[in-house]
């Protein structure tokens, strides 16, 4: 999850969405996926599309970028790469577990790939590595990540 400058769009999507509800406009966090533009555009499609339901970010990534934990109830923005609004999801669970502790289910409500635990455990280490070279540190097995279940709650038009 990365965090992006804020495009139009996100505006608008927020604001159909609170108008759609009958609350006023709120400002929600918007962002897109993994730390590259091939990725974050398919995982926004894939989000779009029903498939994937969750995401994992490190809880280091979470601590180093002072970016609060998200809470169940936790509406957000997800964007593409360029920022543009896709849609807005509702966190409806959160567990920290250690790396080798997620399970084949929740691999698969991850979406991607074949959504086997083995293609979630090789493309996940690689981003970790990735993710946590800037700091000098390097993932482990028992590393704790962050398992954020979460349901659209409403699409770009």
């Known amino acids: 999850m990365n965090q992006n400058k804020i495009h139009a769009s996100v505006e608008e999507l927020c604001r159909k969405f609170f108008e759609s509800i009958g609350e006023s406009t709120q400002k929600l966090d918007s962002w897109f996926f993994c730390d590259n533009e091939k990725d974050a555009n398919e995982c926004a499609a894939l989000v779009l599309d029903g498939v994937k339901k969750a995401t994992t970010p490190s809880l280091v990534w979470h ?28 966190t409806v669970s959160v567990e920290i577990v250690p790396f080798n502790q997620v399970t084949p289910e929740y691999a698969a409500i991850e979406g991607e790939g074949d959504k086997s635990l083995a293609y979630w455990n090789r493309v996940h280490w690689r981003y970790y590595a990735r993710e946590l070279e800037g700091y000098g540190i390097a993932p482990t097995e028992d590393m704790l990540v962050v398992c954020e279940i979460f349901k659209v709650v409403h699409k770009s038009s």
């Open 63 to 90: 601590q180093k970028t002072k970016t609060p934990l998200p809470k169940v109830g936790d509406l957000n923005v997800v964007t593409d790469w360029a920022g543009v609004a896709q849609c807005i999801i509702q």
